[in-house]
């Protein structure tokens, strides 16, 4: 992660500008993190939850296309670059606290979004009997 | 966050395991939560983003209602105990690599969802214009 990314944006301010205010002041976390929701801006379908830093953000906003911290390989992530399933940003949305982002987009390439190869990472959902939870394909 | 928590669920197995397994494994973080996101199982609307640890999990499961981890209390959270506003938990869904879960929710009370008094969090859209970006209500 950069080590001066968190001054790419205003520190947040009192708990009414956050909530009310017109500036856009991301409250990263210890990890220097906010959690991104992105759905398909057609179908409104969930289509992954994933990570930014603030360096992601300023990148996302500067090219309306998707950038994300990834966690897992700890580099900066520019989604689509390799499979060509670019994520052209239509809306971006903040949520009360600003800790978490929701990225309406149009998916390019094979319109996929999961490393599996789905079109959505949510293709299992959780059923429960007999108090034991299990998953099943969707 | 109770110590005994992650025996809750079974401990995540090998890769093609938690992504095409039919175990739910949930993967806590370092901080035991997992994310979740809650949308209107009627509208497909976000709803708000928060965090599960295995415990909040567990009665989610085991009651049909929402319940999170609230971070900033510390403490279990049963969304809308107080406020009337109860999510009943319609399908919940995991993702590929088992670390975000996905509620989709009927709310009662009044419908309502997010503390500021509005039906979601995400209240706001993020525009940047001559590189400057602010938020606008919707």
């Not at 606290?97 to 149009?106: E, G, I, S």
Request: proline content about 4%.
């Amino acid at each position: 992660m950069c080590a001066s990314c968190p001054s790419i944006f205003p520190a947040p301010g009192p708990k009414a500008e956050l909530e009310e205010g017109s500036a856009l002041t991301p409250r990263f976390g210890a990890d220097g993190l906010v959690t991104c929701v992105t759905t398909d801006a057609a179908t409104g379908e969930l289509l992954m939850v994933a990570h930014m830093n603030a360096e992601a953000l300023a990148k996302t906003l500067e090219t309306g296309e998707a950038w994300y911290w990834s966690r897992s390989r700890g580099e900066l992530w520019h989604k689509g670059a390799t499979s060509g399933q670019i994520q052209t940003v239509v809306e971006m949305r903040v949520d009360c606290d600003q800790d978490a982002l929701w990225l309406k987009v149009n998916v390019a390439g094979d319109g996929g979004c999961c490393h599996t190869g789905r079109r959505s990472c949510f293709y299992r959902k959780v059923e429960t009997a007999d108090g034991k939870s299990g998953l099943v394909p969707v």
